[in-house]
């Protein structure tokens, strides 16, 4: 692990609170966008350099810095990135400054809180992804919860919204107590049988716990720990309840960002997978039977949903189910088409649920029924609804398709039957989508609102062709991507391999 | 168990702990002679800083390398008492803490309006006097009669500040339950200074190192320590001892009697300091018996809690349920687990302050704490609204407060003592915690404004409600990113307790791999 001379990752995370509280120092409300654009801007060449820095050739952890934090409970301040986590950072601020551009005129209450919370909200999300103690990440993961609560609370669109914020807090801490106790186990069995000053021995550092070997039975218990704490994030059947309500109630950015990073699933590959490598295998099943029964579920009922923000928040449990079924196939196309696919989703899933909103604030409604002849008044938004749309489904060309191809091939080599059941998915998933593109934004116009709506505003057709174009750019250029996830995929292969 | 002393001389040029003491006893004096003068106010401030300056200074004097009781004073007065204090890693962190919270309960007093009431602010500073005296004796008798006096001053409190149409029945409840465990509490210290008085051939004593260097006999042991045990069971209060809790709180003052009373937590302190060295037996015997009583506890009171429609007995019933997980970790009895649960104790002694100050300005403005006639505040109040939030994270353990750190230490005791289950437990206690704390917040603050209640005009944050709020969101972020000085101020105190534990053999030990 070489250690960095300049601290690039505790940057990319800090300058977004320092920003926050740049907010409050300005004089004029209105600056707060512009404060947090800049913010994220700047945190965005920040995170690009890291990416061109990053030496996709070596496995290993890089911009490694480590610092003494809570020396009593050698709980360390331990970040790094490697091949899989770099290329969130970016995409995770692209996202951010997405939500942040398309809030613009969309938020006028409380602007400096608002803006204030996304950054803490990136921040903590960052963080997510650069922590490599795992109490430095369960730190992150949970600071995540006060800025979605609030942003959900206050500036939620549906009227139960205050219930949703709750519920989702809610569950989401309940998922962090098997998640603690996951993580405390794991520095439990390192610190041995040693009594008496147990607190030093214990250790949290994730480098070092992938060194020391798990004996069997507690990696039964290690793995279904973090494989619950990880399902209600991510979510999977049947931890999903708090999904469909958040796309309903919340603000159109928070959905944006719940489904576009799958912090989930991402802690199910960092954490779960390679800390019980044996008992994954011997549990393959299960990845795979959860992963089937998303994909399917998911699929069925986002066929049956007549608004198009539940739809997309069952399509999104219905893709979660096929990334799961990619990583129980524990081979390089699975890992490494199931990371392009999350990869993906930050676009992908960011971007359509931003365009919901947009049409949310346009039509007061994003329900079939209400809907229809969208395409006459807005075609770019249309444009953009499509586009995202045949990315979600894979179609070549969009950067959906050498994920889902990655997919696929994997799970019908390792899960023949489930592979098949994914082929389905797939399937039913160009059905519901077409369906209810059909019926919302073609079709003949009745509803006064969307016949006064105005299309995309030039801020908002700015940040869909930035989208626009990474989803052509991955879709044509998947190597790119692949390249640099290559090593550590590996790494994470090798781990599995000699059992 | 051997209990080492360094003489005041030894570390410092005065006597510290006497002068934190006294200068309270002082500031009474004064404050009552400056009745009705300009300078009350000011000096009640400045009399309150400068006991924060005393602690601070304890705090920089105080060797937290060193296992031995620190800064000792000692002066016979009575054959049997012996004013004798000293001070080990706890009690700086409790002397601090009753210096912080004294200057908030000074700030407060301006907000109540009460900041021209001599006796007000005296009694304020009386309280501070008994409860510094309680957490710096080594003397067990010492501690009980000052425990008796800080419940008299309380009571008068609350006889004469709270306005509510039933404190007549709150105040008799109070006086019911205090009283009886004060007599407890009595009777147990009588018991074991008879027994002490039996092995050295008549000589009484109280004080905790002549106490501990006298065997109880078990049969004994036992009756002791359900007296000690119940009677500051009472004061916590521990499930089912909290009756007067909801009454009181519902009844009594919103913010000051309670924040004393459940701010700082003397019952467990008076448990770490002299019932667990005293009586290891009879604790390893029923500590199962306890932390029975405390699983129901939380969940008992979380359920209770989230049924309230006054947010005033739901601070209340959270008090208890939260308590409750302190009393798992403390009975986890290692070093972890004091560690833990002595840093959670202080900070749900904090975090609780906070809910009070933060409800008690609320209600200056909406006359009611009523959960469905509140709502909409944010607007209005946001810092105060932010500090609530805070302090109610505080209590769930979220990463980023000090309850995070505590609660993680002590867990971690718990697992090894009693296994997972009850562990996890402990934790879902604290999400049922975060389930009434978050909708109570959110009725209160995020919710709009009830029908009926439209004309209402709130009022923005005075500065010094402001600052109340700010300082109380400084001390809980600040000693939550960095608890490292608190943790390591508790690294040696405990006096061997560890050791004494870790020696006898444990009930329902469990082995390290697990489950």
């Known amino acids: 692990m070489p250690e960095a001379g300049f601290p690039l990752l505790s940057l990319i995370i800090m300058i977004l609170p320092v920003g926050a509280g740049l907010i409050w120092l300005a004089p004029n409300p209105a600056l707060a966008r512009w404060i947090a654009l800049l913010t994220a801007l700047l945190d965005l060449a920040l995170t690009l350099l890291a990416m061109l820095r990053f030496d996709p050739a070596s496995g290993g952890f890089q911009f490694v810095e480590q610092h003494a934090w809570v020396p009593s409970l050698n709980i360390e301040y331990l970040v790094g990135v490697d ?63 006060v800025p979605i609560f609030f942003l959900i609370s206050l500036w939620g669109i549906g009227p139960h919204r205050r219930y949703a914020a709750v519920k989702y807090t809610l569950m989401m801490l309940t998922g962090g107590v098997p998640l603690l106790f996951g993580f405390l186990l794991l520095a439990f069995n390192h610190a041995g049988t040693a009594t008496g000053g147990i607190t030093h021995a214990l250790l949290f550092s994730y480098p070092e716990l992938l060194a020391s070997p798990l004996p069997a039975e507690l990696q039964t218990a290690v793995f279904f720990l973090l494989l619950l704490g990880f399902a209600v994030k991510a979510p999977v059947f049947p931890l999903h309840t708090w999904l469909p309500t958040l796309a309903m109630e919340g603000p159109a950015s928070i959905a944006a960002i719940m489904t576009g990073l799958k912090l989930g699933v991402y802690g199910l590959i960092r954490f779960t997978v390679p800390l019980a490598p044996a008992a994954a295998q011997e549990f393959h099943w299960l990845l795979a039977g959860l992963g089937v029964i998303g994909i399917l579920y998911g699929a069925l009922l986002a066929l049956s949903q007549t608004n198009l923000r539940p739809m997309l928040a069952f399509s999104s449990l219905s893709h979660v189910g096929l990334v799961l079924l990619g990583i129980s196939a524990f081979t390089l196309q699975g890992i490494q088409g199931a990371l392009f696919q999350l990869l993906n989703f930050t676009v992908v899933a960011g971007g359509i649920f931003l365009l919901s909103g947009f049409l949310h604030h346009r039509v007061g409604s994003t329900d079939v029924v209400s809907l229809g002849g969208v395409a006459q008044r807005m075609p770019l938004l249309t444009a953009g609804f499509f586009l995202f749309g045949l990315a979600a489904m894979g179609v070549p060309g969009s950067s959906g398709f050498p994920a889902e191809f990655l997919l696929i091939l994997s799970a019908l080599d390792s899960h023949t039957g489930a592979g098949l059941a994914a082929l389905a998915g797939v399937v039913l998933g160009t059905a519901y989508f077409l369906g209810a593109f059909r019926r919302a934004f073609l079709g003949p116009m009745h509803n006064t609102a969307v016949i006064e709506a105005v299309d995309l505003r030039r801020r908002e057709l700015a940040v869909m062709l930035v989208l626009g174009a990474l989803i052509l750019a991955g879709g044509l250029f998947p190597n790119a991507v692949l390249e640099l996830t290559r090593v550590s995929s590996e790494g994470w292969i090798e781990r599995l391999a000699p059992r | 168990m051997d209990i080492s002393e360094l003489h005041w001389t030894v570390q410092a040029g005065y006597p510290v702990l006497a002068t934190l003491q006294l200068l309270p006893l002082a500031a009474v004096v004064a404050l009552l002679l400056l009745r009705g003068r300009r300078l009350l106010y000011p000096a009640a401030i400045g009399l309150a800083l400068l006991e924060i300056l005393l602690a601070c200074d304890l705090y920089r004097l105080f060797d937290a390398a060193s296992t031995s009781l620190q800064l000792a004073e000692r002066l016979p007065l009575l054959p049997f008492l012996a004013y004798h204090a000293a001070a080990d890693g706890m009690s700086v962190l409790f002397v601090l803490l009753t210096a912080v919270i004294s200057l908030l309960v000074v700030l407060y007093a301006k907000v109540k309006g009460l900041s021209g009431s001599a006796a007000f602010l005296a009694m304020v500073f009386a309280i501070q006097a008994t409860l510094q005296g309680m957490f710096v004796t080594q003397d067990l008798l010492w501690f009980t009669l000052l425990s008796a006096v800080e419940l008299v001053l309380i009571a008068y409190l609350l006889q004469r500040w709270a306005r509510a149409p039933q404190d007549e029945s709150a105040m008799q409840r109070y006086l019911q339950f205090m009283g009886i465990g004060l007599l407890l509490l009595l009777a147990g210290t009588f018991m074991l200074g008879w027994n002490h008085a039996n092995v050295t051939d008549g000589q009484w004593s109280f004080e905790l190192n002549e106490l501990s260097l006298s065997t109880v006999p078990p049969e004994l042991q036992g009756v002791i320590f359900f007296l000690l045990f119940y009677g500051l069971g009472i004061r916590i209060p521990l499930f089912p001892l909290h009756g007067w809790l909801p009454l009181v709180a519902e009844h009594g003052t919103i913010a000051v009697a309670g924040v004393f009373l459940l701010g700082l937590k003397t019952g467990v302190y008076a448990l770490v300091r002299f019932v667990f060295p005293l009586l290891p037996e009879a604790v390893l015997r029923w500590q199962e018996w306890v932390v029975a009583f405390a699983l129901a506890g939380i969940f008992y009171a979380a359920t209770l809690a989230l049924m309230q429609v006054n947010l005033r007995r739901l601070l209340a019933f959270a008090v208890i349920s939260h308590t409750s997980v302190l009393v798992i970790g403390l009975f986890s009895l290692s070093q972890t687990a004091l560690q833990g649960s002595i840093l959670l104790s202080t900070t749900f002694g904090t975090a609780t302050a906070g809910l009070l100050f933060m409800s008690g300005v609320v209600f200056r403005r909406t006359r009611t704490l009523v959960l469905s006639r509140l709502g909409g505040l944010f607007g209005h109040l946001p810092v105060v609204g932010t500090a609530f939030l805070i302090a109610g994270l505080s209590i769930i353990g979220m990463p980023g407060t000090p309850g995070f750190d505590a609660a993680h230490l002590m867990l971690e005791a718990a697992i090894r003592e009693f296994g997972a289950m009850i562990t996890i437990a402990a934790a879902l206690g604290n999400v049922a915690a975060a389930a009434f704390l978050l909708w109570a917040f959110q009725r209160a603050f995020l919710a709009p404004l009830p029908e ?31 608890t490292h000085p608190w943790l390591n101020l508790l690294e040696n105190a405990f006096n061997g307790l560890p050791e004494l534990y870790a020696a006898a053999p444990h009930h329902s030990g469990m082995p390290v791999a697990m489950p």
């Open chain 2, 452 to 482: 009926g209640e439209a004309g209402r005009v709130i009022e923005p944050p005075a500065l010094l409600e402001r600052g109340i709020a700010v300082l109380i969101i400084l001390i809980l972020l600040g000693t939550g990113f960095y």
């Open chain 1, 83 to 145: 091949g899989m986590s770099v290329l969130f950072l970016p995409l995770t601020v692209l996202l951010f400054i997405a939500v942040i551009l398309a809030s613009w005129t969309s938020v006028r209450s409380l602007p400096r809180l608002y803006y204030t919370l996304l950054l803490i909200l990136e921040s903590a999300s960052l963080g997510i992804f650069c922590a490599l103690d795992t109490i430095l990440f369960f730190l992150f993961w949970e600071l995540t919860l």
